[in-house]
């Protein structure tokens, strides 16, 4: 069986960090792209970073500089830290895999909040 376990979420102050981690089991990891979207209220989902399975990264214009991703094959986990967090960042997360065009997945989602 399939599952992601994403945490790290919550709230935060602009300017502020956090490190989003999603834990999958039931897939063979390490053959997987990983990905992080988010879907703000009232907008689509958009994607946010990826990583490919030998750690190429490519991240939206939006976030680069600030937000870095990287996964642990050892731990079948990706990362994403977030540093100088904007209140436009406020969405919900989720960690995405696929592998080729066959198999995709989607995590639950998790918070995030930036507010002062």
């Known amino acids: 069986q399939v599952q992601f376990v994403e945490s790290g979420g919550g709230l935060v102050q602009p300017g502020g960090s956090l490190r989003l981690s999603c834990v999958t089991s039931?897939?063979?990891?390490?053959?997987?792209?990983m990905a992080w979207y988010r879907q703000a209220p009232g907008k689509q989902r958009e994607l946010v970073a990826s990583?490919?399975?030998?750690?190429?990264?490519m991240y939206a214009d939006f976030v680069k500089g600030r937000f870095t991703i990287s996964r642990d094959n050892a731990k079948s986990t990706i990362y994403l830290q977030m540093n100088s967090l904007e209140p436009e960042d406020t969405a919900v997360y989720y960690c995405?895999?696929?592998?080729?065009?066959?198999?995709?997945?989607w995590g639950q989602g998790t918070q995030v909040t930036v507010s002062s």
């Open positions: 039931g897939i063979i990891f390490k053959f997987y792209e």
């Open positions: 995405h895999a696929a592998f080729g065009n066959d198999r995709a997945y």
């Open positions: 990583i490919t399975m030998d750690g190429k990264t």
